[in-house]
């Protein structure tokens, strides 16, 4: 894994296309050149919590911990063929002689 003092986060950022982790990326640049979590928040203008949980994941997964992740409880998005599949299924029910009115089995 890597570690806080030996990453070039500057490096890193600079060769980053996403703009999220990009900042991310400076976050622990700043914070592995010895700036405290509060002063972060004031040069790159973002949360304390962020910092914090950024600094965190870091340091708990590396670099891997720095990639985006979807919000719990929110489901993933559908696939080309799940999308179609669902299209024609409403289709379908809509119309139907009930109208769409079904039931949800799990």
């Keep these: 894994m890597e570690k806080l003092e ?3 986060f500057r490096g890193l950022a600079r060769r980053e296309k996403n703009a999220q982790k990009r900042i991310r990326l400076l976050d622990l640049a700043h914070f592995s050149e010895g700036h405290n ?6 040069i790159l203008k973002v949360s304390r919590t962020s910092v914090n949980k950024w600094v965190n994941d870091f ?27 669902l299209s024609t ?11 769409g009115d079904f039931l949800i089995m799990t």
């Design 6 to 8: 030996t990453t070039d």
């Design 59 to 85: 340091l708990e997964q590396g670099l891997v911990g720095l990639e985006h992740k979807t919000s719990p409880g929110r489901p993933p998005a559908l696939n080309a063929a799940q999308s179609r599949q």
């Design 37 to 42: 979590r509060s002063e972060i928040t004031k």
């Design 89 to 99: 299924f409403i289709e379908q029910q809509s119309l139907s002689e009930t109208g």
